[in-house]
């Protein structure tokens, strides 16, 4: 019977919130609480999404049946979707149990917690965080470790793990992806030390692409002046050895040092732009069309009317198109994440 009502109730035929009655808001609100206790999983996951939609002025007790369900449960499913529900609310009141599921035994429930954490922006997560940081194996590549990496440094006072994580960086038995989530760190938290360890690994030819690519990235945020000299060496090496470095490799460095110069700032990269706009490669000649849109400079409105006119790729024309409306002052939103995060290798990390 519960099933059957919740199905009326809770899925009403097109019907808006705005549109109830209070008599039909007090009769969902009690559907929705008996569900949560009482239904079977589906069931309880689908009043957790009912929730979210739910009229938050009339929430309050439903909020309390959250925090109660979310200390008390069991299931594994349940528990990480309570966790999300309760970041997707906003419910920082929650903190304490969603602090101690860092230490769950499940791994899936673990990173829930830690995700909430980070949605929630609880400054009281960041101590328990690099507890829990500091206990990880990084000398395996884990996907949880990156999530607790990337989470530490949108904490509020995430900063506070950046001494141990240099030492770890610095660690060349450690596996390349997680010194490379780390260099992404030290650019979130802005943590200028890093500089000359960054430098080390971004122009050393024997460490892994990627991870020169993401040292690459955070000298530009960081903006590394010192490291620039090393970045013009890079560009002019790149340009000596053409064909005869691996593609993929070539490609990924090119971009990721243009993309270092033009965070930081500097006025001389406008000539390396111009060059690798007529680079081979049209994802080269892509990336350094973007950046010439976010460097606003009217002198490269020839260059982008010819590239939106005549360049053989159809996604560098639509890029040029869209760097010389930013350059006119149009802003529009990009429809190209989608097709960056495709292909993270090439596009520019968060």
Avoid: W
Wanted: include cysteine; hydrophobic fraction near 35%.
């Amino acid at each position: 019977m519960v099933s059957l009502v919740f199905t009326f109730i809770i899925f009403p035929l097109k019907s808006k919130e705005k549109e109830y009655t209070p008599e039909q808001i007090s009769k969902k609100k009690e559907v929705l609480s008996k569900v949560i206790r009482y239904g079977t999983s589906q069931e309880r996951k689908q009043a957790l999404g009912e929730l979210t939609k739910f009229p938050k002025e009339y929430s309050s007790e439903l909020y309390v049946l959250l925090a109660d369900q979310l200390k008390s449960e069991k299931d594994l499913g349940m528990k990480i979707s309570l966790l999300k529900t309760v970041g997707d609310l906003g419910l920082k009141e929650n903190k304490d149990a969603i602090i101690g599921f860092f230490e769950d035994t499940n791994e899936d429930v673990a990173k829930q917690a830690v995700t909430t954490a980070k949605k929630l922006k609880l400054p009281e997560a960041t101590d328990p965080l690099f507890e829990k940081i500091k206990k990880e194996d990084f000398t395996k590549n884990s996907n949880a470790l990156s999530l607790y990496i990337n989470t530490i440094g949108e904490l509020p006072n995430g900063v506070v793990a950046a001494g141990f994580l240099e030492t770890k960086f610095r660690e060349k038995f450690n596996h390349s992806d997680m010194r490379g989530q780390i260099a992404l760190y030290f650019g979130t938290v802005q943590y200028k030390e890093s500089e000359h360890a960054l430098i080390d690994i971004a122009f050393d030819e024997i460490q892994p692409t990627m991870l020169r690519c993401y040292a690459m990235n955070t000298l530009g945020k960081l903006k590394a002046e010192s490291s620039k000299p090393k970045f013009y060496e890079l560009l002019d090496s790149l340009k000596k050895t053409s064909g005869k470095l691996d593609a993929k490799k070539a490609q990924s460095l090119k971009i990721y040092a243009i993309g270092a110069l033009v965070t930081m700032g500097d006025k001389d990269v406008f000539q390396e732009l111009n060059e690798f706009a007529r680079d081979d490669d049209s994802m080269v000649r892509l990336r350094a069309i973007e950046f010439m849109g976010n460097l606003k400079d009217p002198k490269a409105l020839e260059l982008l009317e010819y590239k939106r006119d005549r360049d053989p790729s159809p996604k560098v024309q639509k890029a040029a198109k869209k760097a010389i409306e930013k350059i006119n002052g149009i802003e529009n939103t990009s429809e190209d994440e989608k097709e960056n995060s495709e292909n993270p290798s090439e596009a520019k990390p968060e």
